[in-house]
């Protein structure tokens, strides 16, 4: 059972910025992808970005331009640094991890951007 431990999150006012970090409990053997989903009540999780053990990143529309999904191997740390946040962003932001059919789970930092 890996273990992710979350930081970051918050409140913020609308145009500001907030960085999450996703540290896991061992370090995770190759192939892997990582990711952080959002997700708001009564909703099912929504994808925010994925970056994969080769360094592959993908992006969700809404994320594209305005959020950075991010490695540090030496230090087994994900980041993801959300900028312009909108009252929109507003969710439940949740560390994921995979490798084949084994998934991984945060318990979620509450991010909330005032207008």
């Known amino acids: 059972q890996v273990l992710l431990a979350e930081s970051g999150g918050g409140l913020v006012q609308s145009g500001g910025s907030l960085t999450h970090s996703c540290i896991p409990s061992?370090?995770?053997?190759?192939?892997?992808?990582m990711a952080w989903y959002r997700q708001r009540p009564g909703k099912e999780h929504e994808l925010v970005a994925r970056?994969?053990?080769?360094?592959?990143?993908i992006y969700a529309n809404f994320a594209k331009d305005r959020f950075i999904i991010s490695r540090d191997a030496a230090n087994n740390t994900m980041y993801l640094q959300m900028t312009s946040l909108e009252p929109d962003d507003t969710r439940v932001y949740y560390c994921?991890?995979?490798?084949?059919?084994?998934?991984?789970w945060g318990q979620g930092i509450q991010v909330t951007v005032s207008p």
């Open positions: 970056i994969f053990s080769d360094g592959r990143t």
């Open positions: 061992e370090n995770i053997l190759e192939p892997y992808s």
């Open positions: 994921n991890v995979a490798r084949y059919q084994h998934i991984f």
